[in-house]
């Protein structure tokens, strides 16, 4: 059967251990998709110590953008993150905010088209103040607006605050 969980929050929210250990709570054996593109040193060391939290048991599989092209069907499937799945279709489509929005909502609805248990995982970044920055708007704009879109699709979403699980669908 369908389901979707959403969990959000601000970096460090503790978003991605909640996540998991709720896949691994479904599953015995959950698929990991990274969505994320290595741009600095700093970065991949990040990477790496979220590939080290997780043991034998996951299937990773790196993913920047196609989610659909694969198979997950039956299974528990963590998707981490929306925020830098987003973040490649926005600089991909040259910070064009709707035609990315587009593109993400459509590749959303195939991939979770399939029927599987899909955990996603995406940053609240627009609860502060409004930037300065116009690029850095835009994206607050189409982030905010994915996730409106990934929390009305969702079965459940949890808003992580300071490490603790606030269940608000």
Known sequence: MKKIILFTGGQRSGKSEAAEQLALSLSDTPIYIATARIWDDEFRQ?????QERRGPQWTNIEEEKELSKHDVS???ILIDCLTLWATNFFFDLDSHTHPALDAMKAEFTRFTSQDATFIFVTN????GGVSDNELQRKFTDMLGWMNQFAAQQADEVYLMVSGIKVKIK
């Open 46 to 50: 990040r990477v790496q110590k979220h």
């Open 74 to 76: 039956g299974r528990v």
């Open 124 to 127: 609240e970044i627009g609860l």
